[in-house]
């Protein structure tokens, strides 16, 4: 697969190679009520923003503070 710049625009099939979802988990990404995927629409074609993907994907970054705490208890029990 061809390297893909920073900021480039990617059309859904690049995204998916990209993020590893499916073409359409991220079709309902882009309409999430929540926290939709930011894209462009130039007639009929989506595309997104490598970055702003990336700062999509912030948004789910899962912290690992309370597991380390729970590890150290249990850990501490035994």
Avoid: C
């Avoid at 920073?6 to 309902?28: A, E, M, V």
């Avoid at 939709?36 to 490598?50: D, E, G, M, S, T």
Wanted: charged share 35%; hydrophobic share 35%; net charge negative.
């Amino acid at each position: 697969m061809k390297i893909i710049a920073d900021d480039t625009y990617l059309d859904l099939k690049q995204l998916s190679h990209y993020s590893t979802f499916s073409g359409s988990t991220l079709r309902g990404y882009l309409t999430d009520p929540d926290n939709p995927i930011p894209y462009f629409r130039v007639k009929r074609k989506i595309l997104v923003r490598k970055s702003e993907f990336d700062r999509w994907m912030e948004h789910f970054r899962g912290e690992n503070n309370d597991l380390d705490r729970i590890v150290d208890e249990v850990i501490n029990d035994l």
